[in-house]
């Protein structure tokens, strides 16, 4: 029996299509081995958000290679798409099959089972379906991802997944709730919807969107939580915020990229709001969802900008204090229209500012945190870390218990006593919510 090893690099959809191409494999007769095992096949699912994605990409295909010399190599996923030319030249690689016909690739290791190096992406832009990749059951996690929606239109001047992605389509609803069904029949309780560009989902299909989408999870049996996956803030008007407001099941957390707080930033990264707009969405939010947190990506060192346009986005940053913040420096992908623009950042800059922002976000985060001392939250436990149990609140906070029990799984009551690195150390308790 053949064995097959998976490395996934970069985001949740990511995750959610090296397990869906690990079922395929499975269901073929394949066996599913660690990364670290000799396979006869390793399969890298990269990603090519910033150059050192594409730096660890090339690392993990030498890697594999070196597990086995033998090996056939297959390389996936956004940086085999953009850069197929790029990556069919890495010694070793015998597949490239960046962000399409996924669904086919236990067909082609079948079929190209020979040495013989083979390039099978094609252009993506013209691409109109979603690719039929679906997981009937996650391994080792409490929380199960689906994929609900692919592609973006967007074109921020800096972002080259779009065209790694393609235009955007949107997964049948009825497809997507089939899927949370079967995972709730699995055993999970918690879904995270991810995708692209989450905020496009049904778009492209004129009669649902996904407030619909949501309704319509809520009434899957079984399942007590449904989380987003980062989502851009222009999706969240009014009547959106109102409709899912209604939602009982959902994760009060929203990942709103805001990217930067000055509007002449925001114009030439080629972001559709302005700071005004993000500002009332996440008020609209609060206004609806009293414990919500609002956490964010913040990019610093865009070209062009100026300590005043810096400056501005830190004032913006205290003024809706994030609970939390991925801060991200700036960098140059081949192909995208602000690697030629004028005035570059230097990198001290960049690091610079990204040590303020974090510095900023830092305070603001521990401020969130401390509303909830006191309180009593719902958890859902995932791990053991040493002699604790790790797991989630509803809002996304992370909180320690001190216990032998193993709790994997389970939700529980827990009071929210004190703060320790960034986390919760409490205990279970039998109380009401605050
Ligand atoms: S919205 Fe912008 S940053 Fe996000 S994937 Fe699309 S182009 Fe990239």
Redesign the pocket.
């Known amino acids: 029996m053949k064995k097959v090893a998976f490395y996934t690099l970069g985001c949740k959809v990511n995750q959610y299509e090296t397990e869906a191409m690990a079922e395929l494999f499975e269901k073929s007769g394949y066996t599913v081995c660690d990364f670290d095992e000799f396979a006869d096949i390793y399969v890298i699912n990269t990603c090519t958000v910033t150059s050192m994605s594409d730096r660890k990409s090339r690392q993990i295909i030498r890697r594999a290679k070196k597990m086995n010399e033998n090996a056939y190599i297959i390389v996936t996923g956004c940086y085999a798409q953009v850069a197929q030319d790029e990556v069919a030249k890495i010694e070793g690689v015998n597949l490239v099959l960046g962000a399409k016909d996924r669904d086919k690739i236990v067909t082609f290791a079948d079929e190209y089972f020979k040495e013989q190096l083979i390039v099978k992406s094609s252009d993506i832009s013209y691409t109109h379906t979603f690719e039929p990749l679906t997981i009937g059951e996650f391994k080792s996690r409490t929380r199960a991802y689906i994929k609900v929606q692919e592609g973006?239109?967007?074109?921020?001047s800096?972002?080259?997944?779009?065209y790694a992605?393609g235009p955007i389509r949107s997964r049948d609803l009825d497809d997507v709730i089939n899927e949370t069904k079967r995972l709730a029949n699995a055993g999970f309780t918690e879904v995270t919807y991810v995708g692209?560009?989450i905020a496009s989902y049904g778009l492209d299909k004129k009669n649902y969107d996904l407030a619909d989408l949501l309704c319509a999870a809520d009434k899957v049996d079984g399942i007590k939580r449904i989380r987003l996956s980062?989502i851009?803030p222009m999706t969240l008007n009014a009547d959106f915020i109102k409709k899912i407001s209604g939602v009982k099941k959902l994760c009060h957390h929203f990942h709103l990229?805001l990217?930067s707080g000055c509007d002449e930033t925001l114009k030439r990264?080629?972001?559709k709001y302005t700071v005004d707009d993000y500002y009332n969405i996440v008020l609209g939010l609060r206004r609806h969802f009293p414990d919500v947190a609002i956490t964010t990506d913040i990019m610093v060192g865009f070209p062009g900008e100026t300590e005043e346009e810096f400056s501005k986005t830190c004032a913006f940053l205290e003024k809706v204090s994030f609970s939390s913040a991925h801060i991200f420096q700036y960098s140059r992908r081949k192909g995208t229209p602000a690697d030629s623009f004028e005035n570059q950042i230097p990198s001290e800059i960049k690091a610079k500012r990204s040590k303020i922002v974090k510095e900023i976000t830092d305070i603001t985060r521990l401020e969130f945190m401390e509303k909830f001392i006191g309180c009593d939250a719902e958890v859902l436990f995932e791990q053991r870390v040493g002699g604790y149990f790790e797991g989630k609140t509803g809002n996304y906070m992370n909180v320690l218990v001190k216990t032998d029990a193993e709790l994997s799984g389970q939700y529980k009551t827990v009071r929210l006593e004190r703060i320790k690195n960034g986390s919760f150390i409490g205990k279970i308790v039998n109380n009401n919510y605050c």
């Open positions: 973006c239109n967007q074109f921020c800096y972002c080259i997944i779009p992605r692209i560009h980062s851009e990229s990217q990264m080629n972001r």
